[in-house]
């Protein structure tokens, strides 16, 4: 039976913080691409749009929250 690719059993310790260290900085370009699609460049085109900028902004903090939470499980 294969594991999930989400699960860490079996792993060493520097395997997990790697792994873990790779999703965090996906999570980091998901939240910087959203943050400027959804704010700078709209702002520097001319077209801002409030209610686009809100729900980015609500993205782009959530992708961070989610980043620090998977940093905070990187092991010493």
Known sequence: MT??????????????NEKRKAVATL?????VAIFISTFLQPLLSGGFNLARTVWGFGGFIVFQGALHYVLSRVED
């Open 3 to 16: 594991e999930p690719a989400l699960q860490d059993s079996g792993l060493g310790k520097a395997s997990r």
């Open 27 to 31: 999570l980091n370009a998901l939240a």
